[in-house]
């Protein structure tokens, strides 16, 4: 798998293995992943965790990784509330792209669009990658709702579940494709 399939990758487990939520708001939502490699070993993934799980999971996040919820960064250089006066001003801008990636033909976009965040490769990127990834502009705000150096990863997620059912992020290559979704099916679709 090249960087950009393990970027997705990674990003869900992070979500699948990392985060809480509170049962009631979450009891019916499966978040789904499913790598499918081509070629070689043609080794497949797929998860599905109804959010309950999730939740479940929460108390064997060691103690100095994460508090009630919320992740502590204790990086001298992290300023949380300069990245939060960032997305201040992002919010109340208008849709519209803000930074561009060329290299070798391939074009990254991140984007403001309605009520995402999204980050999308143009459909001819030369080794033939496309990544969409969509966040809602809500689950950014809540995960920057901590105090101080915290992001507050549960309230994050609770915001997720309040926006619904959705795709998160597709990753397709001509090694491996990688989809993340929540939605009310137990298996993936």
């Known amino acids: 798998m090249n960087r950009k399939t393990l970027f997705a990758t990674a990003l869900a487990l992070i979500l699948a293995t990392g985060l809480a939520l509170p049962a009631v708001a979450a009891s019916d939502l499966w978040f789904h992943v499913t ?80 009520d995402f965040l999204r980050a999308r490769t143009s459909e001819s990127t030369a080794d033939g990658t496309q990544i969409d990834a969509r966040i809602p502009l809500s689950v950014i705000d809540a995960l920057l709702s901590g105090n101080d150096n915290e992001l507050n990863v549960r309230a994050a997620l609770q915001a997720l579940v309040d926006f619904g059912e959705g795709e998160l992020v597709t990753v397709n290559d001509k090694n491996a494709s990688v989809r993340v979704w929540i939605d009310r099916q137990p298996e993936a679709q």
């Open 35 to 114: 790598v499918n490699q081509k070629g070689g070993d043609n080794a497949n993934v797929t998860i599905n965790l109804p959010i309950s799980i999730v939740e479940a999971a929460m108390p064997l996040i060691p103690q100095e990784a994460m508090r009630d919820g919320r992740i502590v960064i204790e990086d001298s250089e992290f300023d949380a509330n300069k990245l939060r006066d960032l997305w201040n001003a992002i919010q109340d801008s208008p849709d519209a792209t803000y930074v561009t990636v060329q290299n070798d033909g391939d074009t990254i976009r991140v984007f403001k669009d309605g």
